[in-house]
């Protein structure tokens, strides 16, 4: 594989597009897992293929346009989606988290007409679906370094307000904190690194690449920069094991990248059952 | 001397019906205020119409001589609330971490944690006699513990007033005594104003200066020693209906036939 890796491009997007994901999405699902946010990564997805089948149309209809890369109306209509969420939330004041499935469906409703009209069920969709090694190219591999660089920053400049504002809304705002606006950019950000990843994992399963790794490094650690520290570890474990497998076996990378942080969860359980077994043994001894 | 806090005919309603009516109340440097008041009775409200969490319907509020709207000085007012019973318990946070975050008012946007943050807070730590825990998780602490992390959190940006929303509940009595030896020292000792919701009556008039009654709107504000030479019927008239409930303990209760 590392021969081919610097014979054939596809394979150094994939690869660079990949280990950015890995650190940017569990970084993020960090936030996302504590402030118990883990569907709406699952909702701007699918507002994500929504946008991939509206530009597969346009493609279609309007030939002017037909080298455009579906990545950038995805992101549109996912950080759409991110705003549209955010403004239903505060419409159903007592049933938040109905905004969820309420864009959830509209966009896998509105994708799969989008979709049909485009002629689109085809490898290409597939690819969007459950992620492609080979789809991505050297300018959405640019695009999302950029949106990485970015997120990064953010991250860092506001990290004790996004804390305040996850461990404790009430404190944040006596604090004099601008939680809309913190938690504006904060959607906006998680709505274009879905769209980023998209292209590796897939659609299907982006939110599990912000959600998987953080499920496992909660299970280890103490505090919150540990597990910022280890869902990003686990994030790129799971992102290089996975793509290597995906290249071997010949399968999606999302469901080896998945599968993956799956067993790296499994792992994570075990170790906690017998570390605290053998633990309490020795309490007793 | 101005008052740090000045309530003035301050009212509010939720939905269609008062939970605050025309309430003035003016807190002065140096004071350890218990609100006391049953259930319903608008306390909880009242401070957060003062840390501006709801706005009021009708009246103002001044926190250290400046409109609550203009107030930015949050750094001079710690709150603890109810936490013990309400956060999320399984947060990935050190105590230290979130003692830290008690500071963020202090700092303002784009600045950053450093050593001195974090000596601070384990200077605060030290103060709720908590520092032996700042590296375990919160969530493995008990409620009375918790409790402690919070005070220090509201006490490490140095202010000058600290409100405390029912801190005890939810702390097991064996610690509630400590509790108040803690904050009748952070009132004597280092004079940051208190002002503490409560609804038991009976330990906050032995600890408080002052105490405030209301339900809805103030009935009684005065200093303690006042407050305890009132008879039953006093408090009968102070509260109207309620009164038995709110100022009785069991024992009365069930000489009450209840």
Not at chain 1, 94 to 101: D, R, T
Not at chain 2, 195 to 213: F, K, N, P, Q, Y
Request: hydrophobic share 45%.
């Amino acid at each position: 594989m590392i021969e081919s890796f610097f014979q054939y491009e596809f394979l150094q997007n994939a690869a660079i597009t990949g280990l950015l994901i890995g650190l940017v999405a569990p970084l993020l699902g960090v936030f996302i897992v504590v402030r118990r946010l883990s569907l709406i990564a699952d909702a701007l997805s699918h507002i994500t293929l929504t946008g991939i089948a509206a530009s597969l149309l346009l493609e279609k209809r309007i030939t002017a346009i037909n080298d455009w890369n579906p990545i950038y109306m995805g992101m549109v209509f996912s950080v759409a989606g991110a705003i549209l969420i955010e403004r239903l939330r505060k419409v159903y004041k007592h049933y938040e988290e109905l905004a969820i499935p309420i864009i959830l469906s509209s966009g896998i409703g509105l994708g799969v007409i989008l979709i049909s009209l485009a002629d689109g069920f085809n490898t290409d969709l597939f690819s969007y679906l459950f992620g492609s090694v080979t789809a991505v190219d050297r300018s959405s591999m640019w695009t999302v370094l950029s949106i990485t660089v970015i997120v990064i920053a953010i991250v860092i400049l506001f990290y004790k307000e996004l804390f305040v504002l996850s461990f404790d809304e009430e404190h944040a705002s006596i604090s004099g904190v601008n939680g809309r606006f913190i938690h504006l950019i904060f959607i906006v950000m998680v709505a274009l690194v879905i769209a980023s990843s998209m292209q590796v994992v897939g659609i299907l399963l982006v939110s599990a690449l912000m959600t998987l790794p953080v499920a496992s490094a909660l299970r280890l650690s103490r505090s919150f920069k540990q597990t910022i520290g280890l869902s990003i570890a686990f994030g790129e474990m799971s992102v290089i094991i996975g793509l290597i497998s995906s290249y071997h076996l010949s399968v999606p990378p999302g469901g080896t990248i998945v599968m993956t942080a799956v067993l790296l969860l499994i792992m994570t359980m075990a170790y906690k059952k017998v570390s605290t077994q053998q633990w309490v043994k020795g309490e007793a001894q | 001397m101005k008052p740090i806090v000045e309530i003035d005919h301050v009212s509010f309603k939720y939905e269609k019906e008062w939970v605050v009516k025309d309430v003035n109340l003016s807190i002065h440097s140096g004071q350890f205020l218990g609100l006391v008041g049953p259930n319903g009775s608008g306390k909880s409200t009242l401070i957060k119409l003062m840390l501006g969490l709801v706005k009021p319907d009708q009246g103002s509020i001044q926190l250290f001589g400046q409109p609550l709207k203009k107030f930015q000085n949050w750094q001079e007012i710690g709150f603890v609330s109810q936490k013990a019973n309400s956060f999320n318990s399984g947060f990935p946070a050190t105590v230290l971490e979130v003692v830290r975050s008690g500071l963020v008012s202090r700092l303002g946007t784009l600045k950053f944690f450093n050593r001195q943050h974090e000596k601070k807070a384990m200077e605060a730590l030290k103060t709720v006699e908590m520092e032996e825990f700042a590296q375990a998780n919160i969530g493995e602490l008990s409620g009375g513990q918790q409790q402690r992390v919070f005070i220090a959190r509201a006490l490490v940006s140095d202010p000058s007033l600290v409100i405390l929303d029912e801190p005890t509940v939810g702390v097991d009595s064996k610690h509630v005594t400590d509790f108040y030896d803690l904050l009748g020292k952070l009132n004597k000792e280092q004079g940051i104003t208190l002002l503490m919701v409560t609804h038991d009556i009976g330990t906050i008039t032995e600890h408080a200066t002052h105490v405030v009654c209301m339900n809805k709107t103030v009935h009684f504000h005065g200093a303690s020693e006042e407050y305890k030479e009132f008879s039953d019927e006093d408090l009968n008239r102070l509260y109207g209906h309620s009164v038995q409930q709110l100022t009785h303990n069991h024992s009365h209760d069930e000489v009450n036939g209840r």
